[in-house]
């Protein structure tokens, strides 16, 4: 009897190993191999030349040595988190206020699938597009200009583009546009698990609601806020796409919004693996490490 | 690699066999063929041997082709990419050239050439000065005498047209149909307001030289427009009057010209006399039409028929306002060779265009009457710049073709090398930041188009 009931047991577990089978030959494939191929070609000066292929010749960290010794790298990294976070911390507060609004009982916001819907919606947008168009609307002989100027706001056209804080504002904005609605959604979902008799408990006491969101609604939110913050910032150090085409892939001004993806895509457009894998691994570690640093950081307090 | 060298070597064997054929029989008609005699061999040629259906022309814009749909005889065109001569189907794979878009889509059709099926062969590709080099150098192109062209059949094309696409071996692997000398080019109606003249020989006093260039572009400042649309508008006039090349030994290196070009232009962005706009942007073409207040642009003769919107209602060109001058120095810009590639299954079809596209006097002229280019022909030329019928309609009936062969005389290409073109263009946008400032100082700048340029080219080092 016994002996079949552990049978039993052994034969379901096998449904749950064949289950998760496709997706982990999907991920050995596309992902596991590619990352340690990538980890491998950075090892190697392998590149081409014109019509030439140079290499691949073993190097050991050679590239490594190339990449760090360039303060480009840092600069770009600096490029990076500044535009992250510039387009973090209004998208954080942002989210937080609608989410707050949206799962508050007691406003009875009307229309409320309308606005989540509107809110959502510049995420379906792809990124390249509402690049394109921001490139359109801010170009010296762009929209924005001419309204300025006739509104006498401005002389002479004013070159957004080619201007660093006006290109990273712009780059932040975008991608707070884009993803203040997901996140919204995220927080909104974290705030309504939260038990409602808690938020009556506090109010019996005589809570404000300044102090209902920090002391209640905040810390409970932990684990969503660090879900969301982790993405983010992974999200954040692979910004690409927007910037490379509101600068035309030169990081203009002067590669102030030149981020650690556009160097790497400038590396690939060589055809240079070895700098590209090399570049490519330094990110990966980077991201590995804030990550740890953020999961620890918001952990710790407890 | 011994694989691919190996089919390389045997697809030109192939090709080489092919030809002996073609030449074999066509001591009939006496070996001083005409010019055009290309067409008689077409009709031998595709009697003998099966050829490919599909023709594959890579280029980087729509010129060639609009000359090909012009004046090619046979040439039907199907849709935008796609055109019929006889039975044989002619794909046109067009790459921007911007960022070595171009550049780095041939090279890998190339590499991939011996492997490819016939009709997904590279037949013929495009190049320019600024990179010829690298494929003319390597076993990609084929000489030109390869498919039975001779020295004979090219003897009226001007000989700097050559020297680009001649190898190092002295075989000749390209041809162009045009020649590109530039000129000054101003607007007639801003000549008239602010010099008191429109008169080609007048204005040139006003631009003899970079000095009075200079003067010229503070009276104009004070006259509310600018000299140039860009500081980038008088970068080629500069660095074709270089004495040395981009990249020396493997390491890159800045002519002292390229410098002077850098202290004039941010003289002329600090006062206001030019702007720093990329070439081909929207804002730097603003100067095509009346408003943009430009007074003057730098360029050869496809650049005033093609790129200068002469289609469009209200533009300048359109009216007919430019004017023509030499200009403070002479230079050239650009030119399109046509190489055949090693490989080709159409062989035939590859001669007889390059024969009829560049060689054929009675179609370069076509393409000097129809569409103002400067081509090919030092005859045609020569009698063109003396004919007073002709007019180029954007110049406001100016014969600029005079100016043209003089110029291309002086055309000077002993230090082009192959990375002009990444170099240029890594160059401009590094001194654009410093003449707006984000780079504080020239070293800055130039420090970031080293950094730019080992990431471009991870072949080449810079001076440390």
């Known amino acids: ?302 | 690699m011994k694989k691919k060298l190996l089919s390389v070597l045997l697809s030109t064997a192939m090709v080489a066999a092919l030809l002996v054929g073609c030449t074999s029989e066509e001591p009939v008609d006496g070996g001083n063929a005409p010019a055009d005699g290309g067409e008689v061999s077409t009709e031998d040629g595709g009697a003998v041997v099966e050829e490919g259906k599909v023709l594959n022309i890579y280029c980087w814009n729509e010129e060639f082709k609009s000359r090909v749909t012009d004046h090619y005889p046979d040439y039907v065109e199907v849709d935008g990419t796609t055109g019929q001569i006889g039975d044989v189907t002619v794909m046109w794979n067009i790459t921007p050239t911007t960022d070595n878009a171009y550049q780095n889509n041939l090279d890998s059709a190339l590499k991939g050439q011996a492997d490819a099926a016939a009709d997904d062969k590279v037949d013929i590709f495009l190049v320019e000065a600024d990179y010829a080099g690298k494929y003319v150098n390597v076993d990609y192109s084929m000489a030109l005498s390869d498919l039975g062209i001779t020295d004979a059949d090219l003897a009226n094309q001007y000989k700097y047209t050559q020297d680009v696409v001649t190898d190092v071996n002295g075989n000749l692997k390209g041809s162009s149909w045009q020649g590109c000398p530039g000129v000054l080019i101003y607007s007639r109606a801003v000549a008239e307001e602010v010099l008191g003249t429109q008169d080609p020989a007048e204005v040139q006093e006003y631009v003899k030289d970079w000095a009075t260039f200079q003067e010229t572009a503070a009276t104009m400042k004070e006259a509310g427009y600018f000299m140039t649309s860009s500081a980038n508008d008088t970068y080629r006039v500069y660095s074709n009057n270089v004495t040395s090349k981009w990249v020396e030994d493997g390491v890159v290196n800045i002519d002292e010209n390229i410098m002077n070009w850098v202290a004039d232009s941010k003289a002329m962005v600090d006062a206001g006399y030019t702007n720093t706009y990329d070439l081909w942007s929207e804002d730097w073409s603003k100067g095509f039409y009346p408003d943009g207040k430009v007074f003057c642009y730098f360029g050869p003769a496809w650049f005033v028929d093609f790129s200068m919107a002469a289609d469009a209602e209200g533009s300048i060109a359109n009216a007919g306002q430019w004017g023509a001058c030499s200009g403070p120095q002479g230079f050239f810009w650009g030119g399109t060779w046509m190489c055949p590639a090693t490989g080709t299954d159409n062989p035939t079809l590859v001669k007889d265009l390059i024969l009829t596209m560049t060689a054929n006097d009675d179609v370069l002229k076509e393409i000097v009457v129809d569409d103002n280019d400067f081509t090919n022909s030092k005859p045609v030329m020569d009698a063109m710049a003396a004919d007073t019928s002709y007019s180029s309609k954007v110049l406001g009936g100016q014969n600029p073709l005079g100016m043209y062969c003089a110029g291309v005389e002086t055309i000077d290409l002993s230090n082009l090398s192959d990375y002009d073109q990444g170099c240029n263009e890594e160059f401009q946008t590094a001194m654009k930041g410093y003449f707006e400032g984000t780079y504080a100082t020239e070293e800055e700048a130039i420090a970031a188009f080293y950094a730019a340029i080992v990431i471009k080219y991870p072949d080449l080092t810079v001076p440390q």
């Open chain 1, 1 to 302: 009897m016994s002996k079949t009931k552990k049978g039993n047991v052994v034969s379901y577990n096998k449904w749950g190993y064949i289950f998760l089978l496709p997706f982990i030959i999907v991920y050995v494939v596309f992902q596991l191999v590619p990352l340690f191929n990538t980890i491998w070609n950075s090892l190697f000066e392998y590149y081409e030349a014109g019509l030439n292929v140079v290499g691949p010749n073993f190097i050991w960290f050679e590239n490594y040595k190339t990449l760090f010794a360039t303060p480009d790298i840092w600069k770009y990294t600096a490029n990076t988190m500044i535009m992250w976070i510039m387009g973090f911390i209004p998208q954080i507060l942002v989210s937080l206020l609608l989410g707050s609004w949206f799962s508050d009982t007691r406003l009875r916001l009307k229309g409320q699938a309308f606005f989540k819907t509107v809110i959502y919606l510049p995420n379906l947008i792809m990124a390249s597009a509402m690049s394109m168009l921001f490139f359109s609307l801010f170009s010296q002989s762009g929209p924005i200009n001419s309204i300025l100027m006739q509104m006498k706001i401005l002389e002479e056209p004013f070159d957004f583009l080619y201007n660093t804080l006006s290109v990273r504002t712009l780059v932040a904005f975008m991608n707070f546009l884009m993803w203040f609605g997901n996140t919204t959604i995220l927080l909104m979902a974290g705030m309504m698990g939260i038990d409602a008799s808690l938020f009556e408990a506090a109010e019996v006491d005589g809570a404000t609601p300044g102090q209902v969101f920090t002391r209640i609604t905040l810390p409970l939110l932990r684990p969503i806020l660090i879900y969301v913050m982790i993405t983010s910032l992974i999200g954040g150090l692979q910004m690409f796409d927007v910037p490379q085409i509101l600068t035309n892939g030169k990081g203009e001004p002067a590669n102030t919004s030149t981020t650690l993806i556009m160097l790497l895509n400038r590396h690939l457009f060589s055809k240079n693996y070895g700098m590209g894998g090399a570049l490519s691994v330094a990110l990966f570690v980077l991201t590995g490490i804030l990550s740890m640093i953020v999961y620890k950081f918001s952990n710790s307090e407890e």
